[in-house]
């Protein structure tokens, strides 16, 4: 299949419009059964290492389970707000939106027992694959108008115990996922100034 | 930005044309400035935790630094061939295309020293970052009709050596970048029988 400049050009706008949503953003319309299949078509045409597909998605709308990883993170949140006293703006940041989705997909890699192509001298290929799903649900998510939040400050263990997930799974990605008010014209973190932005020459050797 | 069903299924069809490029497929054709700039713009573009944009894209035409790369390669998949020495095909697969790719790209994450927000608890929530970029980067050379081959059996401390890395840097990834002469109807790997595909139903537990 050949790709037109259009169709390049169209991709770039929704990589470059893609943000990382919270609960102040989301709303609780529901998500279409035929979206939601969509973002997960995505994840699983991800590049896998030695075609191995080591991934697991955990679609989560029980509210008792929400409510236990949003206690989660509020008990790593605290250890956080420690690290980062010195920053002001930390303590007034809404860095997930567990309750507030009506969706949440934990994404596991399930390693494989056997040998796997490709992943003999760089061991951490499978989870790598893992997370090359996630990016490729963010961005049709983001196509299909629908925000995904990236939440990382959680005990992994402990998530993986509330979720029952089989022994050996690792934690990859906890994604909350729904309609929003707005999308963001730019980084949130950014606006806010807690990090500049980095310019394309800044990140480019030359050999 | 608002988009539209059709845009979601463009995207949808980008996703799934996406393939892993290997030697055998790419072709000598220079790689014009303004795409090879489109797609390190969708790597820029890619979330990262705590917006640190931890990457570094090191650009590699040098055909001596190729040439130490392709032995790096050699010397690991020799290793490969012996793990892999039940399963005959192994030894068969052309599995990377580093000198017959115009261009190759190691993408490489570079820690901050001070905390990162959103890596408090997860602690590879960095290299993890990074890994996005390169997924951004893979669609949006697939929607200019330029392939991509992830190149992972490398002895990953001496490709850094051999790039002459800032102390600290972690290869992520070893991209080899180039038009080809065609892409693959689907997974390389699955064609071949090495591994058969995952159904959507078994990565899925609803909860």
Chains 1, 2 share one sequence.
């Not at 998500?31 to 997960?40: A, N, T, V």
């Not at 989660?72 to 920053?87: C, G, H, L, T, V």
């Not at 694959?129 to 005990?155: K, T, Y």
Request: some cysteine; proline content about 2%.
């Amino acid at each position: 299949m050949n790709f037109t400049q259009d169709d390049a050009e169209k991709l770039l706008n929704i990589i470059k419009a893609r943000r990382d949503v919270r609960g102040n953003r989301f709303t609780p319309q529901a998500i279409e059964d035929e979206k939601l299949q969509m973002i997960l078509e995505a994840g699983i045409s991800a590049p896998s290492v030695g075609y191995s597909q080591p991934w697991k998605f955990v679609i989560i709308r029980d509210i008792n389970i929400k409510n236990k990883l949003a206690q989660n993170f509020e008990n790593e949140n605290s250890k956080a707000k420690e690290i980062f006293k010195a920053r002001e703006l930390y303590k007034n940041l809404k860095l997930e939106g567990i309750k507030e989705a009506p969706v949440n997909i934990a994404v596991l890699y399930e390693p494989k027992e056997e040998d796997v192509l490709g992943m003999t001298s760089m061991k951490k290929m499978g989870e790598y694959s893992v997370v090359c799903a996630v990016q490729n649900m963010w961005l049709m998510a983001r196509a299909l108008n629908i925000g995904i939040g990236w939440v990382s400050i959680l005990d992994a263990k402990k998530v993986l115990e509330t979720l029952d997930a089989k022994k050996n799974s690792q934690l990859v990605a906890y994604l909350c996922v729904g309609y929003v008010d707005k999308f963001y014209e730019q980084s949130e973190l950014k606006t806010l100034g807690w990090e500049r932005e980095k310019l394309l020459d800044e990140s480019i050797t030359y050999l």
